[in-house]
């Protein structure tokens, strides 16, 4: 990303606090959106975009967005992975705009896993 005016330090400034914040412990949850060939291809940047979008009009400051390469289940693309603080992950799939609205209502605001879109929970290895 070329920073071309004091708006672009602004934003990447706000994208390293977001990871301090959940390496420290300070956000609840980190959302991967999994952006391999088969995940773009099948729609995963308007799963990222409805999730920037969401997120921005919900006022959510302690979650961090982010991306991941293939999650090696391409006919389930696109997908994402939730990880909230001290819970296993959650792989959700299959999706779209609306499921993500869902998803951020239920799992992410509400604490409950949204048990029609999830593939797996725990199988995943957090670092």
């Not at 006022?59 to 999650?71: E, F």
């Not at 391409?74 to 609306?98: G, H, N, W």
Request: aromatic share 2%.
């Amino acid at each position: 990303m070329p920073i071309t005016t004091p708006d672009d330090l602004d934003k990447i400034s706000q994208e390293i606090k977001n990871v301090i914040h959940l390496r420290k412990g300070m956000a609840r949850a980190r959302i991967l959106v999994h952006m391999g060939t088969c995940g773009i291809a099948a729609g995963a940047r308007n799963i990222m975009a409805a999730l920037m979008k969401e997120i921005e009009k919900r006022k959510i400051k302690d979650v961090l967005l982010t991306t991941s390469s293939c999650a090696g289940l391409c006919s389930r693309e696109p997908m994402i992975t939730i990880e909230m603080k001290d819970e296993p992950p959650v792989k959700y799939v299959d999706l779209t705009p609306e499921k993500i609205k869902e998803i951020l209502d239920k799992h992410i605001s509400g604490g409950k896993i949204v048990t029609e879109y999830a593939l797996s929970v725990g199988s995943e290895r957090v670092l």
